[in-house]
């Protein structure tokens, strides 16, 4: 059974920064394109980043900028910099792994941003 464990949430001020992980293990890591999504209280879980197997980048509009995805394929792990942290960026992240058919979620990190 794959697993993917995130880390490096918590509470931040405005204008700080916090940098996720996420640790994956039993799947073949350098296949998977990778993601990261948030999801804030009454609100739909959305795509923040994602990053693939070429370690190509994508983000989504309101994160460019300030957010940076990146992978380490020999430690099986992708990271999310988060910069210049607003209000509105405080919800629970997720890690999200995609190959062909196959999904994996992690189980979500907390980041509060308030003052």
Do not use: H
């Not at 920064?17 to 799947?27: E, K, Q, V």
């Not at 988060?82 to 189980?107: F, H, I, P």
């Amino acid at each position: 059974q794959a697993q993917l464990v995130e880390s490096g949430g918590g509470l931040v001020q405005p204008g700080g920064s916090l940098r996720l992980s996420c640790a994956a293990s039993r799947i073949t890591f350098s296949l998977y394109t990778m993601g990261w999504y948030r999801q804030a209280p009454g609100k739909q879980r959305e795509l923040v980043a994602t990053i693939t197997s070429g370690g190509s980048t994508n983000y989504t509009d309101s994160v460019k900028g300030r957010f940076t995805m990146s992978r380490d394929n020999a430690k099986n792990t992708v990271y999310l910099q988060m910069n210049s942290l607003k209000l509105e960026d405080t919800a629970v992240y997720y890690c999200n792994a995609v190959w062909r058919s196959l999904v994996y979620w992690g189980q979500g990190t907390q980041v509060t941003v308030s003052s």
